[in-house]
């Protein structure tokens, strides 16, 4: 591979954190290719809104690949959980799909072998991130160490860059950046369990962690919640 090439391999959720991820890579100069994995969560919905990104973004190939995460379960986004709803706890929460990180970075870092990236994009973070372990800076760097040890690129040539742009923001920080990069925050999808209407339900943790990150950042963000969305 050809390390002036400058493609890189975004992991497309279809999420706030994911888009502005995409968008960062975009204005560091990457073509953009971007991996979408349809696990056969909860909803559609994020699906649906990491096709849209990818085509607003200019995208040059996106993958969406299905692997159905509920033939094991563990995770109120895999099986029959309910989804919190009464505010962000402590600990690690039952939305925490097992392994998910480590499993889709593998297969991103596959794609990103197959196609000649060397650079890997994924949007975790370490602040407001809902006390997920696959989100920590120490995950990240072990990942790309075991990424250079495992792949054939890794051993003849040095291996992958895994580029957490967002790893020490905080969600308002996120917010500020959509504005700054020209990005609709609308354009993206961050509720765990939608209304029968198709709206975000604003009480989930991952609604409530967005909607504050727009309130401190003092961003609009113009994606509609259910009307009994809790105030935040």
Known sequence: MDRQDRKAVVLLSGGLDSMVTAGLAREQGFELLALTIDYNQRHR????????????LGVARHVIL???LRMFGGSALTDDIAVPKDGVGEGIPVT????????FLSL??????????WDIFIGVNALDYSGYPDCRPEFIASFEEAARLATKAGVTEGGFAIRAPLQHMSKADIARETQRLGLDPSWSWSCYDPTPEGLPCGACDSCRLRRKGFADAGVVDAT???EDAPAI
């Open 45 to 56: 919905r994020e699906i649906d809104a990491a096709r849209d990104i990818a085509g607003r």
């Open 224 to 226: 509609r919640y259910a």
């Open 108 to 117: 991103t870092t596959a794609f990103a072998e197959a196609v000649g990236a």
């Open 96 to 103: 925490y799909v097992p392994a998910r990180n480590l499993v």
């Open 66 to 68: 299905p692997l159905d």
